[in-house]
Nanobody
């Protein structure tokens, strides 16, 4: 069983920065793809950034150049550094772990952390 615990969400002024953290339990972190998603009220959840087991990354166009995803396999933690925050970044941010183990697809989600960016 995998548990994901998120932290770092806060209220911040436009132009400010935050770093989100997601700590994972279990033994499959190092072979998993990790992602950050976000969901604003009344909208669908969308991918913000992801990082593979080998370090490849991809980002939503809206956050390119502002957000950076990284991982620390020793700490079993994934981070999202968010700079130059905009009001439209306001959402609940969710951590996701995805892996294939013995041909079985696994998919786990954190509880979410609120990010609010004021004008």
């Amino acid at each position: 069983q995998v548990q994901l615990v998120e932290s770092g969400g806060d209220l911040v002024q436009a132009g400010g920065s935050l770093r989100l953290s997601c700590a994972a339990s279990g033994s499959i972190f190092s072979i998993a793809t990790m992602g950050w998603y976000r969901q604003a009220p009344g909208k669908q959840r969308e991918l913000v950034a992801s990082i593979t087991n080998y370090g490849g990354t991809n980002y939503a166009e809206a956050v390119k150049g502002r957000f950076t995803i990284s991982r620390d396999n020793a700490k079993k933690t994934v981070y999202l550094q968010m700079n130059s925050l905009k009001p439209e970044d306001t959402a609940v941010y969710y951590c996701n772990l995805r892996a294939v183990v013995l041909a079985k697809g696994l998919d786990y989600w954190g509880q979410g952390t609120q990010v609010t960016v004021s004008s």
